[in-house]
């Protein structure tokens, strides 16, 4: 994973940002990142829909954001703040009357939102307003906060897009989104775990060893 860019951010200052100092608000980059949650599953980026289901990426902890959006008229009302602030109050509904003549109410719905950069560059903001969306920004944010919570330097996370599905009696196949922390990195860029696992002295089993465990398994496989 070391092709991803290093983190850029301060530890102590984005443990206060987790542990609930106030930041600097980051704005929208890149291109947009979406789930397609009705027909495929896939992760898919920009305008292409280039598919990037199972890519892996660095996660701006400072770009994380909640709140609210209301979709009315196929425009956007956010009314997002960082993550370490108070869930803002959330739009009135809109009521109207559609072509058909139908009484339709817009609601607004919980949202969460951030910033990413996959390993070729490419920088995206991800924003989701259902519920599997919000499931998935908070499994990570979850992780995060006990990490910082606890004095854990390597809470800065690497991510992996991937999915899970199961069968609703009405609606067949869902799909649901996962973002899965694969990597946990300090504020210098250093991956946990990595420095003890090159330092680990290398033994070397005896030929004959070696041998017998193989044919263990061999015996296993027939």
Known sequence: MSDLPAIKQSTSQAAAMLLGSKVQET?????????????????????????VTDEIFSLDLQSLQHGWVLWHNKKADR??????EPVPAAQEPIQYTNAKGKVVVDEPSEARSFNGTLSDGETFTFEGSTYGARKAVDAVLIDMKMRAASGNEFFFPQVQLLSESYEHDTY???FSPVLKAVAWFNGEGEEE??????????????E??????TQRRRRRSQ
């Open 27 to 51: 704005q929208q980059g890149g291109q947009f990142l979406k789930f397609d949650a009705k027909r495929t599953g896939e992760w898919l980026l920009g305008r292409e829909s280039d598919t």
């Open 79 to 84: 009314r997002l703040v960082p993550i370490n």
């Open 172 to 174: 067949g196949q869902v």
């Open 208 to 213: 004959e060893v070696e041998t017998a465990v």
């Open 193 to 206: 775990g990595v420095e003890a696992q090159l330092e680990a002295p290398v033994v070397e089993e005896p």
